[in-house]
Every structure is written in C-alpha cells, then in structure tokens.
C-alpha cells in the first residue's frame, strides 16, 4: 500500500463499495470498503479491506460540493506530500483517489478510533492518564511541526488509538481543514470552534502555535468531557476565546497542570512553548514518570 500514489487518471474506477488504485508499472490495489467509523464536517470515514494484501485500511471519503478545483488540487498536493511522514504516533497517509465529487483518502487503519469514542464510552480520563496521552501526542506534533505540518484541527476526535494505548494523529494538514475557520465565520453551524487559538477565530493564520493551544483545549476535554466553553453557541465561543485573558480551567487539577496550561493559553502566539518544550514541563515528567514506574 506505502507505494500508492494518487491518479487524476480516468481510468480510476470508484463506486459506493469498490475503489481500484492505480500505479504506473504496478498492479491495481482493490479496496473493498466496509461499515462507516466516523463522520466528520467534511465527509465520512470507512474500513475497507485490501483485497490484494488483506491489510485493514481506512478511507475518508471527502464529498466536494461546493470546492473549487483549485482548492481540490491543493488537497491533492498536500496529501502527496503527507504521504512522507512516518512516526509512531501520526497515521500514515497511503494515498488518494478522486471521482467526479468525492475525494477518497487511503490512511492507516486504527483499531481502538478516536479518544473521543473512548471519553463517550468510559468517562472522564483522571490526570495520570491524560498525562501519559500527552506524552505521545506532543511527540507527534513535534514531529508534524519539524515536517512544516501545522495540524490545525487537534482534539480528541482526532487522536487515534490502538488496542495497546498508544496515541495517533489524525486529520492534519488537509487543507480543506484550514476552510473551518472561514466557514464558522459565514455559518456557525458547520461545526464549533472551541479547540481553535484566538488568532485563528480572528484569521490571522494558522502557526504552530494554533496546535499548542488546542491541545490546552484537548486536555480539559479528556479530564471534563468538554473543551473550553463547551455549553456556549459557536459565535459566543468565539467571542469568549478571543476576549478573555485564559480559558476557564477545571477545578481539582494539580499545580503542574494548571502552569502547563497557562503556558497553552499564552493569547500572543509567540510566547507559547513549542511541543519539544512542553515535553520537558514538570506535569509530564513528574505524573507520566511516575506512572512508568508503576
């Protein structure tokens, strides 16, 4: 699957529950989609099985009503480029298909999906877990971030894992996910802003910064259930983000929590730690080493 590249070639069969990859000089890769794991703003995601490997693979199916074809090349181009990036915990991208309106992106496959499916199904996580979730999510922003990868949609719904706890990226880079911003701004209710940095919600760009503080948001998720603001409409959202000197943070957290996440919700972009940074904080190497050592 890793060779796969995408095709704008006619040839390229698609229907509702086959996808046939072509590649210069290599046989067709069949995929055979199976049951729906996740819907999300801009389309669904499917298992599909490799009918010439038996390898487990997942494809997002992105609908393209309403994009243009320039931005349809970009998200082309960026998954060409999103196909070299190899780390433990970012979800390799195998490849790309596109039909008359829809794009389908061929990813890795994660068995346990979303921290968000498992906040719904168990609870509130207790510190020393989010703490040791952390750990391997701030491993993969740095690495996105040395690749030039700014994430831009980092919450729980998008951080994978597998059945032995460790933690995957997902959902990063693609442009179509750097509309979101400019879509809340025309209609709320496309989807809610409450993991996005200020200067996002006020279109000044997306940096690497605008991840560190979403994973400030991620944090409170996994340890309430909620991000920030969480009970608000998507405009009063916006407005608090942007106004307010920090989010409100939970209560009964430790003192090494509580600076980690001020230094998240630095407001001035420039002052947040960079993920290798935060790895170092106090709150990761006394709760998460401590709980190694259990």
Known sequence: MSGVKHTRDPSVKQSKHRLILT???????TLQLGNCI??????????????????????K????????????????????LLKSLVHPSVVKYEGLVRGEDVVSIVLEYVENGSLLHTLKAFGNFPEKL?????VKILEGLNYL?????????????NILTTKNGNVKLSDFGVSLNLKAAEDLKKNDAIGTPNWMAPEVIELKGASTAA?????????????????????????SAMWRIVEDDC?????????????????CFQKDPALRPSAAMLCEHAWLRTTWGDHKAL
Request: proline share 5%; with cysteine; aromatic share 6%.
């Open 23 to 29: 590649e210069e000089g290599k046989a067709d890769v």
């Open 247 to 263: 989010p409100p943070l939970p209560k009964n957290i430790s003192n090494t929590l509580h600076e980690f996440l001020t230094h």
């Open 211 to 235: 991840d560190i503080w979403s994973l400030g948001c991620t944090i409170i998720e996994l340890l309430t259930g909620k991000p920030p603001y969480g009970d608000m409409l998507a405009m």
């Open 130 to 134: 989010v703490a040791s979730y952390v």
């Open 145 to 157: 971030h040395e690749m030039k990868v700014v994430h831009c949609d980092l919450k729980a719904a």
């Open 61 to 80: 199916r992105i609908k393209l009503n309403n994009r243009s074809e320039d931005e349809v090349t970009q998200l082309m181009h960026e998954v060409e």
């Open 38 to 59: 996740g819907r999300g703003q801009f389309g669904s995601v499917y298992r599909a099985l490799n009918l010439n490997t038996g390898q487990m693979v997942a494809v």
